[in-house]
Nanobody, 124 residues
Framework: VQLQASGGGQVQAGGSLRLSCAASGRSFSNGVMGWFRQAPGKDREFVAVTWRDGRGYYADSVKGRFTVSRDKAKNMVYLQMNSLEPEDTAVYYC???????????????????WGQGTQVTVSS
């Protein structure tokens, strides 16, 4: 199973980026897919995920600015990031799991599959 993330880059504050993650080797159509991030010296933190019914769950810090979406037919998940802030600078990882329960989606340790990470840098 592989998750391949893409779309990172460097933007100025207030700008936008769209991340994509393609899963191969296993279907996550009935599972959970989403995004975490890790800044230097910090623990990996929850950003946003899509639940099995397609509903999005967001960290408070990104609500209203980021939108997570999925294409189940393509086995892909996306993260549209608007109004980016320097505090959003981090390596962004896509994650997936087929057996995770809703109360556990916030903790990165509960996900079994990970992409390689893509760097997002927001300058002020």
């Amino acid at each position: 199973v592989q998750l391949q993330a893409s779309g990172g880059g460097q933007v100025q504050a207030g700008g936008s980026l769209r991340l994509s993650c393609a899963a191969s080797g296993r279907s996550f159509s009935n599972g959970v897919m989403g995004w975490f991030r890790q800044a230097p010296g910090k623990d990996r933190e929850f950003v946003a995920v899509t639940w099995r019914d397609g509903r999005g769950y967001y960290a408070d810090s990104v609500k209203g600015r980021f939108t997570v979406s999925r294409d189940k037919a393509k086995n892909m998940v996306y993260l549209q990031m608007n109004s980016l802030e320097p505090e959003d600078t981090a390596v962004y990882y896509c994650a997936a799991d087929s057996r995770i329960i809703l109360s556990s989606i916030w903790n990165w340790r509960n996900y079994g599959y990970w992409g390689q990470g893509t760097q997002v840098t927001v300058s002020s």
